[in-house]
């Protein structure tokens, strides 16, 4: 299994809502990241993941709060998010640390109303 | 903050022609690499070129890196519709925890 996979492809929710972002791979990679693209921009970086310890982006609102259930998941638990917030959540993975190849999922489209 | 920056940002040309955009960045680098992103997508890796290589090649794209002047460009050849899409660089650097940092990025356009 050579890929990254995000559920769901879409999602719509309002601003009282909590929702989840699935990510999993299973390339026994040992670093994945979750990152935010808004149109015609390059991907941000939000979290890393590298070798379980979590490395946070201090400009991310707490309102975004990755979690790690094991070395092949993570997840983005949302919670009171606004509409700035719609973007493509996209995930990716690599081999060892953040400087090597990074593998990317296809996406989660987020729309908060 | 991002740390590359492309030109042009956007770019228009005919199947069969090459292309080259071109990547500037601003620290030391352990690596460069460039991705490609069809419309909204995921990124896919093309291509790593390292700190210590000065061109590299895979099928129709070249890369070269040019570390005195913080540079990269990379070269499609042949273009083809099907290579239409953004095109990233991004940059690998050899300490600290987010140590990928990505370009402007490049918009192709390749007309049949």
């Known amino acids: 299994d050579t890929e990254v996979t995000q559920t769901p492809k879409h999602l719509v929710m309002g601003m009282t809502n909590k929702k989840s972002l699935k990510c999993e791979q299973h390339?026994?990679?040992?670093?994945m990241y979750w990152y935010k693209q808004k149109a015609k921009k390059p991907p941000e970086l939000m979290f890393v993941?590298?070798?379980?310890?979590?490395?946070i982006n201090e400009s991310v609102p707490s309102r975004f709060s990755p979690e790690c259930p094991n070395s092949s998941l993570l997840n983005l638990h949302l919670h009171a998010l606004q509409p700035e917030d719609s973007a493509l959540y996209l995930c990716?993975?690599?081999?060892?640390?953040?400087?090597?190849?990074?593998?990317f999922g296809p996406g989660t489209r987020l729309l908060v109303l | 903050s991002q740390q590359g920056e492309e030109d042009p940002q956007a770019l228009s040309i005919q199947e069969g022609e090459n292309a080259t955009m071109n990547c500037s960045y601003k620290?030391?680098?352990?690596?460069l690499q460039w991705y490609r992103q069809n419309s909204g997508r995921g990124l896919v890796h093309l291509i790593l070129?390292?700190?210590?290589?000065r061109e590299k090649h895979s099928g129709r794209l070249r890369v070269t890196l040019d570390t005195s002047k913080k540079s990269s460009s990379l070269l499609i050849t042949a273009s083809r519709a099907a290579d239409t899409a953004s095109y990233f660089c991004?940059?690998?650097?050899?300490?600290?925890?987010?140590?990928?940092?990505f370009g402007t990025g490049t918009r192709l356009t390749v007309i049949p």
């Open positions: 990716a993975s690599s081999i060892q640390g953040p400087g090597e190849t990074q593998y």
């Open positions: 390339m026994g990679h040992r670093a």
């Open positions: 993941y590298s070798y379980e310890k979590l490395s």
């Open positions: 620290t030391s680098i352990n690596n």
């Open positions: 070129i390292r700190s210590n290589e």
């Open positions: 991004a940059t690998g650097l050899q300490t600290g925890a987010n140590n990928l940092f």
